[in-house]
């Protein structure tokens, strides 16, 4: 179990303290890049009227992989952290898949993205992580047909202890990192415990894209637009025990419950919301997999650069999911990364909502998934040094 924790109750900061191992100009990408002065030229004209920010840095793992080839493009584009600001990318791979990713690379250099401030490609992470300012963890292997992600814990648990030690090492100690790779939330609590330097809140681990699969059910059923869906949640594991929460949703201003009984007044919504719905989301994955015979990829990118976005750029006081380090709200076990209903703040503070009333079936609901990350937590004691 996780020895660090904070007791915070208001916004959760992510330490901004700053660690340069070395300054960027000393690194070899500056070495082996030369900088396109017509793209920097570019990327003032059209974003900034004045100077550009820092440019962030974003390690990735597994950027030859199917999520790494939608979610790069997209991060280099400007659809992370916005149109001013610059980004280098920083990819790791196993050394089988190098020649894969300088491929992938060849293809961001040719998109002459204005914002893309350089892209190095590695297979050692120690060196993918230095000076960074995010890492998002999605190398590791993905599920096939007929497994559980819980089967994959012990492989990818092996993956997230390297990875968690060379961030340790090598990462800004104000690194944000998002972990993708599943189990995610048990990988995450094996980078984080793996990596005692970091603050333990600048982890989490991705439900986005089990809550971004609610609002599009939701939205469907009800007959609008994904902005009428508010207050929805996701609580507990990345798994089929995790716990779409309707209990405080609203679409179009009324109870989510109103609102799908007018659009569909021949049917039975609750019946509807624990016999469909809830089995959908949480079974997804599992049916992508089915229907396309590999996982989720573009809507994992996608679900991966919201989070980051959201995080980093804020939700404005929008509901969204993020699975976070328990400091015991709501009863849940502090140490685990469970998915919280969060908002957040420009800046990367994120804060739980907080007074919710939980009924029984919640509380039940949440309990279950709990259980089920405690047993995963056992599985992996070996992973998990601090
Ligand atoms: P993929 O097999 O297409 O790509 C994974 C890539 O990771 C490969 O290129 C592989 O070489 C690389 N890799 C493996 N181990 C690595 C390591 N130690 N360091 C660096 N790179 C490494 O798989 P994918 O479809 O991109 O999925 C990646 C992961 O994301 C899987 O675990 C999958 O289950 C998970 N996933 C999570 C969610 C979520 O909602 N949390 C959604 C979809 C997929
Ligand atoms: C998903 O939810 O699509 C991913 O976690 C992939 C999987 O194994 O289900």
């Known amino acids: 179990m996780l020895k660090r924790g904070l007791n915070v109750t208001g916004f959760i ?48 793992t597994g950027g030859a992989g199917a999520i790494g080839y939608s979610l790069l493009f997209r991060i280099a584009s400007g659809e992370m952290f916005g149109k001013k600001q610059r980004v280098q990318i920083r990819c790791v791979e196993l050394p089988f898949a190098m ?25 050692d992470a120690e060196r993918g992580f230095e000076d960074i300012d995010y890492a998002l963890l999605v190398g590791s292997k993905p599920r096939g047909p007929g497994m559980e992600r819980a089967d994959l814990l012990k492989q990818n648990g092996a993956i997230f202890t390297g990875i968690g030690g060379a961030l340790n090492k090598w990462a800004r100690k104000s690194c944000k990192v998002v972990v993708v790779g599943n189990p995610a939330n048990t990988n995450c609590l094996i980078a984080a415990n793996n990596a005692p330097d970091i603050p333990i809140e600048n982890f989490t681990a991705m439900t986005r894209l089990d809550h971004d699969r609610g609002l599009g059910q939701l939205a469907k059923k009800a007959g609008v637009n994904i902005k009428q869906v508010k207050d929805f949640c996701i609580w507990g594991n ?12 609203t679409i179009g201003g009324q109870s989510a419950m109103q609102a799908l009984s007018t659009a569909n007044p021949d049917e039975d919504m609750q019946q509807w919301y624990t016999g469909e719905f809830m089995p959908c989301v949480q079974q ?6 089915n229907a396309r015979g590999a996982s989720s990829a573009a809507s994992a990118g996608n679900a991966c650069l919201m989070h980051a976005r959201d995080w980093e750029l804020g939700t404005g ?25 969060v908002t957040t703040q420009e800046g990367g503070a994120y804060k739980i909502v907080q007074n919710l009333n939980i009924d029984d079936f919640s509380r039940q609901k949440i309990k279950l998934t709990e259980n089920e990350l405690l047993a995963e937590r056992d599985a992996v004691a070996e992973y998990l040094p601090h």
């Open 13 to 60: 900061r992510p330490s901004q303290v700053r660690c340069f191992r070395s300054d960027i100009l000393g690194t070899d990408i500056f070495r082996v890049h030369h900088k396109d002065e017509l793209t920097a030229i570019r990327a003032e004209r059209e974003y900034c009227n004045g100077g550009m920010q820092e440019t962030v840095k974003v390690a990735v």
């Open 99 to 123: 020649d894969s990713l300088r491929g992938v690379a060849m293809e961001l250099q040719d998109c002459a993205f204005p914002l893309l401030d350089g892209v190095f490609c590695t297979d």
């Open 238 to 249: 990345h798994s089929p025990t995790m716990y779409p929460d309707i209990s405080r949703c």
């Open 284 to 289: 997804r994955g599992a049916a992508i997999i």
């Open 317 to 341: 006081g929008a509901v969204t999911s993020m699975a976070i380090p328990s400091n015991g709200e709501y009863d849940v076990t502090p140490g685990l990364f469970f998915s919280y209903p």
